[in-house]
């Protein structure tokens, strides 16, 4: 799997996608612009590893979720 690399700035409207903050009828068009590529990455990672079934109901969380996994790797590996 390729390395999963989000700007603070892709974090910061994750959350805040993942929080509600924004919908598809409310969001700004530079938080549209940042989700969308988001979802652009998420949709590749979800091809290149098979697992579109995986995904479940949200593309970003399962997206994030498969981020924050990587960085508590990189974490232990480098203690």
Avoid: C
């Avoid at 390729?2 to 938080?31: C, M, W, Y």
Wanted: no cysteine; aromatic share 8%; charged share 25%.
């Amino acid at each position: 799997m390729k390395k999963i690399e989000l700007s603070a700035d892709e974090i910061q409207v994750i959350h805040e996608q993942l929080n509600g903050e924004f919908g598809a009828f409310t969001a700004t068009p530079r938080q549209q612009q940042l989700i969308m590529g988001v979802t652009d990455k998420a949709v590749a990672l979800a091809d290149e590893l098979n697992a579109f079934d995986d995904v479940g109901e949200d593309l970003i969380a399962w997206y994030y979720n498969k981020y924050q996994e990587q960085e508590k790797e990189n974490a232990q590996n480098a203690q």
